[in-house]
């Protein structure tokens, strides 16, 4: 596999950096198809600028979404600009994500960091931009105790934080108080927000690693929501950098004997956590979402790509929010962007305009609606799809009824609120909606029809019908005695 001067010097910078640092371990990483990260750990002397083309071999049965057993050789190929010094191993370790490839050395079809490079390929072929944009505002929960269990004559969760309102009664030496209330722990300061300290933390280790933060703070919820905002990036490297953050977090939680959790609805009966995520198109250096004194300063290129979203959300949900727990975050009252409907500023619309503190080269659209159990390769990928099938086929969202709507949603008499189009309320309607309508993701070949399947069998036989076979503690509340 030829390795052309740019990559060959991506690689001889890393071999240098392996050598300045006196890194011991070289760690290459790969993502799975439902997006966790998987590891194979090399002695930095057994790595050399072959490495980086030769790969590295694993056993491809054994990641979920991948091979069956009878053709599970495969190979990782460490891309050498996605190195970091690790900030949690003992040993000096450097960490490489990679692709995956066949024996042969061919892309892998499923492997979700080729198809985010085949959607940036997309664009460019289509003539319509060279580059997107996408820069997602990732929200998180930090526990001091979590206990779940799932038998077949029990079942439970329990989540616990010093932070929660639950606890300002609790008898203990001492208790300070200071708790935050359902649904008002945006922005206080601290003693309220407990958890300043650890957030600087994150930013200082993500800073370490390479990543640009822009701010942090404390969310909405109770018990310890956060947020921490990094740059825009392009698209793959973005989701490279949604990878990184993730594991960051978690880790800097768990080595000050915490634990953070994505999931979107931890909590009940207060807000969720989401990923909105913003995105623009440019080509030639030019941002071509902007039109000065349209409205919200948006482009007609720019309102079609969102027509693609709305047009396509049930469908796009299967990838920008593929969990069951998503759709206990998508139900209305609690700040969740269930509505299909786009609108400036509007935090209670599927897609936001921005419009605080924008320049033309800032001006981009913001939707709200996904959540951080998505694959960030696989949900970036369908955005930009999508947005590009509105594009082509100049789907204007106000000519299908959706916006722009600068109102309240919530506040909305029942007569109004029939008018607007929500999202889809289970993971399994979502899944379905897939199978009606996939074809804008498989243009170019960028989603194959079989990882679509692929995608649909394994949330359907892994997650929902699991879920669904599995008694449910309120179902006990409810039944028991009839």
Same mark, same amino acid.
Not at 280 to 287: A, F, H, L, Q, R
Not at 306 to 314: S, T
Not at 367 to 387: E, K, Q, S, V, W
């Given at each position: 596999m030829a390795v052309d001067v740019k990559a060959r010097d991506? @690689?001889?910078t890393v071999l240098d950096l392996i050598k300045t640092k006196n890194i011991e371990m070289v760690d290459f990483r790969l993502v799975d198809v439902p997006g966790r990260w998987h590891h194979i750990t090399i002695p930095a002397s057994e790595v050399e600028a072959d490495t980086f083309k030769g790969g590295v071999a694993f056993d491809g049965s054994s990641i979920q979404g991948f091979r069956q057993i009878e053709e599970s050789d495969m190979v990782m190929v460490p891309v050498p600009e996605t190195a970091f010094v690790d900030p949690f191993t003992a040993?000096?370790?450097?960490s490489i994500a990679c692709n995956v490839?066949?024996?042969?050395?061919n892309r892998y079809n499923r492997d979700p960091r080729y198809i985010a490079e085949k959607a940036e390929g997309y664009l460019r072929a289509s003539g319509i931009g060279d580059t997107a944009f996408f820069g997602p505002e990732i929200e998180f929960f930090i526990f001091d105790d979590v206990r779940f269990d799932q038998n077949q004559h029990h079942g439970y969760y329990f989540v616990d934080s010093d932070e929660g309102i639950w606890n300002a009664g609790r008898n203990s030496t001492p208790n300070l108080g200071h708790k935050v209330r359902n649904k008002q722990g945006y922005l206080p300061v601290p003693p309220v927000d407990s958890q300043q300290d650890i957030r600087t933390d994150m930013v200082?280790?993500?800073?370490?690693?390479?990543?640009? @933060?822009?701010?942090?703070?404390h969310? @909405?919820?109770t018990a310890g929501q956060g947020e921490i905002n990094f740059r825009f990036n392009t698209l793959t490297r973005c989701a490279d950098n949604v990878m990184l953050y993730k594991y960051i977090v978690k880790n800097v939680a768990h080595r000050q004997g915490k634990t953070a959790t994505f999931m979107p609805k931890p909590l009940f009966g207060d807000n969720g956590s989401g990923m909105h995520v913003h995105q623009s198109v440019w080509k030639d250096g030019e941002n071509l979402f902007f039109e000065d004194g349209a409205y919200g300063n948006l482009s007609q290129l720019a309102l079609y790509y969102i027509g693609g979203i709305l047009y396509h959300a049930p469908a796009l949900l299967a990838f920008t929010n593929p969990s069951t727990n998503s759709y206990k975050r998508l139900v209305p009252g609690y700040e969740a962007p269930v509505n299909l409907v786009f609108s400036k500023g509007n935090r209670s619309a599927a897609v936001r305009i921005p419009i605080a503190a924008v320049s033309p080269k800032a001006s981009r659209i913001e939707f709200r609606t996904p959540d951080a159990t998505a694959n960030p390769y696989l949900a970036f990928a369908a955005m930009l799809m999508a947005g590009l099938d509105g594009i082509k086929r100049r789907i204007d969202p106000r000519d299908l009824g959706y916006g722009p709507l600068d109102s309240n949603i919530y506040e909305l008499d029942a007569k109004e609120k029939a008018k607007i189009k929500s999202v889809p309320g289970s993971l399994g309607e979502v899944l379905q909606a897939?199978?009606?309508?996939?074809?804008?993701l498989t243009e170019g070949g960028v989603f194959s029809e079989d990882f679509i399947q692929n995608w649909i069998n394994l949330k359907r036989t892994t997650e929902l019908e699991p879920v669904n076979l599995r008694p449910h503690p309120y179902e006990f509340y409810l039944y028991y005695d009839l």
């Amino acid at each position: 596999m030829a390795v052309d001067v740019k990559a060959r010097d991506a @690689v001889s910078t890393v071999l240098d950096l392996i050598k300045t640092k006196n890194i011991e371990m070289v760690d290459f990483r790969l993502v799975d198809v439902p997006g966790r990260w998987h590891h194979i750990t090399i002695p930095a002397s057994e790595v050399e600028a072959d490495t980086f083309k030769g790969g590295v071999a694993f056993d491809g049965s054994s990641i979920q979404g991948f091979r069956q057993i009878e053709e599970s050789d495969m190979v990782m190929v460490p891309v050498p600009e996605t190195a970091f010094v690790d900030p949690f191993t003992a040993a000096p370790t450097l960490s490489i994500a990679c692709n995956v490839h066949e024996p042969s050395l061919n892309r892998y079809n499923r492997d979700p960091r080729y198809i985010a490079e085949k959607a940036e390929g997309y664009l460019r072929a289509s003539g319509i931009g060279d580059t997107a944009f996408f820069g997602p505002e990732i929200e998180f929960f930090i526990f001091d105790d979590v206990r779940f269990d799932q038998n077949q004559h029990h079942g439970y969760y329990f989540v616990d934080s010093d932070e929660g309102i639950w606890n300002a009664g609790r008898n203990s030496t001492p208790n300070l108080g200071h708790k935050v209330r359902n649904k008002q722990g945006y922005l206080p300061v601290p003693p309220v927000d407990s958890q300043q300290d650890i957030r600087t933390d994150m930013v200082r280790t993500l800073q370490e690693c390479g990543m640009r @933060v822009e701010r942090h703070h404390h969310e @909405v919820a109770t018990a310890g929501q956060g947020e921490i905002n990094f740059r825009f990036n392009t698209l793959t490297r973005c989701a490279d950098n949604v990878m990184l953050y993730k594991y960051i977090v978690k880790n800097v939680a768990h080595r000050q004997g915490k634990t953070a959790t994505f999931m979107p609805k931890p909590l009940f009966g207060d807000n969720g956590s989401g990923m909105h995520v913003h995105q623009s198109v440019w080509k030639d250096g030019e941002n071509l979402f902007f039109e000065d004194g349209a409205y919200g300063n948006l482009s007609q290129l720019a309102l079609y790509y969102i027509g693609g979203i709305l047009y396509h959300a049930p469908a796009l949900l299967a990838f920008t929010n593929p969990s069951t727990n998503s759709y206990k975050r998508l139900v209305p009252g609690y700040e969740a962007p269930v509505n299909l409907v786009f609108s400036k500023g509007n935090r209670s619309a599927a897609v936001r305009i921005p419009i605080a503190a924008v320049s033309p080269k800032a001006s981009r659209i913001e939707f709200r609606t996904p959540d951080a159990t998505a694959n960030p390769y696989l949900a970036f990928a369908a955005m930009l799809m999508a947005g590009l099938d509105g594009i082509k086929r100049r789907i204007d969202p106000r000519d299908l009824g959706y916006g722009p709507l600068d109102s309240n949603i919530y506040e909305l008499d029942a007569k109004e609120k029939a008018k607007i189009k929500s999202v889809p309320g289970s993971l399994g309607e979502v899944l379905q909606a897939l199978e009606e309508d996939h074809d804008f993701l498989t243009e170019g070949g960028v989603f194959s029809e079989d990882f679509i399947q692929n995608w649909i069998n394994l949330k359907r036989t892994t997650e929902l019908e699991p879920v669904n076979l599995r008694p449910h503690p309120y179902e006990f509340y409810l039944y028991y005695d009839l």
